[in-house]
């Protein structure tokens, strides 16, 4: 018996002032859909608390079955984070995340179990990238400083090469070493 493709989903979410379809968000579900996986982005327009938007992903991700990949920007990279465990995601992928940031609830730890990639600017001004590089030593991520602000605009390509290389990634063989 022929079994079907595994379906595969990357599930985009925003940050505090952005929308579902921003340009970061449609730049990379283009990169997604040219890997196979459908694109999705959670609207959390209206949605303050920052434990009702994890809610909504949750509720929004069980409709899902396959590989799920979680990217977000900003807050949403909080969210993807704050969520992956929950919905065993297969991968993370983060631009200038808001973790360890003033007001926002603290991550239980060991909250990460999944591939996870960072991207952050230098220059950003509103989440440090100093809280990147500590996350990504505690979870052993991949991190990606860019000359870039909290937006990363100006580096939308070379965001869209380490999106596509992450994907990629995903399905690589492990190596073993001795």
């Not at 002032?17 to 040219?34: N, Q």
Request: glycine share 8%; with cysteine.
């Amino acid at each position: 018996m022929h079994e079907a493709l595994t379906s595969r989903h990357v599930v985009f979410s925003h940050g505090k002032e952005s929308g579902p379809w921003g340009r970061k968000i449609s730049a990379l579900a283009e990169v997604a859909r040219s890997e196979g996986y459908e694109s999705h982005s959670v609207d959390y327009r209206g949605i303050e608390e920052p434990r009702a938007r994890v809610a909504r992903l949750v509720e929004f991700c069980k409709e899902l079955s396959g590989d799920l990949v979680l990217v977000g920007s900003s807050l949403g990279g909080y969210i993807a984070v704050a969520s992956a465990s929950l919905l065993h995601a297969r991968g993370l992928f983060l631009m200038a995340p808001a973790l360890y940031v003033e007001g926002l609830p603290e991550l239980r730890a060991g909250i990460v179990d999944c591939s996870t990639s960072i991207v952050h600017g230098w220059r950003d001004d509103v989440v440090p990238f100093e809280h990147s590089v500590r996350f990504a030593q505690t979870y052993k991520a991949a991190l990606h400083l860019l000359e870039s602000d909290h937006r990363l605009h100006n580096q939308l390509r070379v965001i869209q090469y380490l999106f596509e290389y992450f994907l990629i990634a995903l399905d690589l063989p492990a190596i073993a070493f001795e």
